[in-house]
Antibody, heavy 117, light 111 residues
Framework: QVQLVQSGAEVKKPGSSVKVSCKAS????????ISWVRQAPGQGLEWMGR????????NYAQKFQGRVTITANKSTSTAYMELSSLRSEDTAVYYC??????????WGQGTLVTVSS | QSALTQPPSASGSPGQSVTFSCTGT?????????VSWYQHHPGKAPKLIIY???KRPSGVPDRFSGSRSGNTASLTVSGLQAEDEADYYC???????????FGTGTKVTVL
């Protein structure tokens, strides 16, 4: 099992960017794929994208293409999700998850990002 | 891609069983053997309790069971306990481009 610990809550202005971190422990980070999933208030869960660490390959949901960047630092076992051009609709809890390519296996505790002027 | 449809709530008394559904399409629930269920206590990380339709990860009690018929998956919680009170989400693999679609969530109340 992998433990995923995320960075703390953020408050951002519209038009700015946010970068959320996710530190993994308990397994070899480079063997794992990390995805990001978000849940806006009163809304469902939504997959945003993933990084396949061993191959350094990313793919993103079409909805977020051009606005989201997922990276990983293997030396610190930390993944990052940066979302730019923030708008109020991006207010959500963002989760990093360990992705077994057909099943999400482990979840971080979530990071609340609030976009407000 | 549309969300999978779950009933918003379900309830039962301690010791009873509760079953609720997760309805998708042939492009997700009905098309792949990769339906998962997650238990989410607010403020905590969601926990995988069923994967590949009906398999339980190590440590998950056998009170939790999954099944599927056509485009509808179901989760049954038998012998309800107070700690089972939580939100439950289903998820299905849906292909490489957008691999995961999620259910709308079911809040289980133990009466």
């Amino acid at each position: 099992q992998v433990q995923l610990v995320q960075s703390g809550a953020e408050v951002k202005k519209p038009g700015s960017s946010v970068k959320v971190s996710c530190k993994a422990s308990g397994d070899t980070f480079s063997r794992n794929t990390i995805s990001w999933v978000r849940q806006a208030p009163g809304q469902g869960l939504e997959w945003m994208g993933r990084i396949i660490s061993i191959l350094d390959i990313t793919n993103y949901a079409q909805k977020f293409q051009g606005r989201v960047t997922i990276t990983a630092n293997k030396s610190t076992s930390t993944a990052y999700m940066e979302l730019s051009s923030l708008r109020s609709e991006d207010t959500a809890v963002y989760y990093c998850v360990r992705d077994a390519m057909t099943t999400i296996v482990d979840w971080g505790q979530g990071t609340l990002v609030t976009v407000s002027s | 891609q549309s969300a999978l449809t779950q009933p918003p709530s379900a309830s039962g008394s301690p010791g009873q069983s509760v079953t609720f559904s997760c309805t998708g399409t042939s492009s997700d629930v009905g098309g792949y053997n990769y339906v998962s269920w997650y238990q989410h206590h607010p403020g905590k990380a969601p926990k995988l309790i069923i994967y590949e339709v009906n398999k339980r990860p190590s440590g998950v009690p056998d009170r939790f069971s999954g099944s599927r018929s056509g485009n509808t998956a179901s989760l049954t919680v038998s012998g309800l306990q107070a700690e089972d009170e939580a939100d439950y989400y289903c998820s299905s693999y849906a292909g490489n481009n957008n691999p995961y679609v999620f259910g709308t969530g079911t809040k289980v109340t133990v009466l």
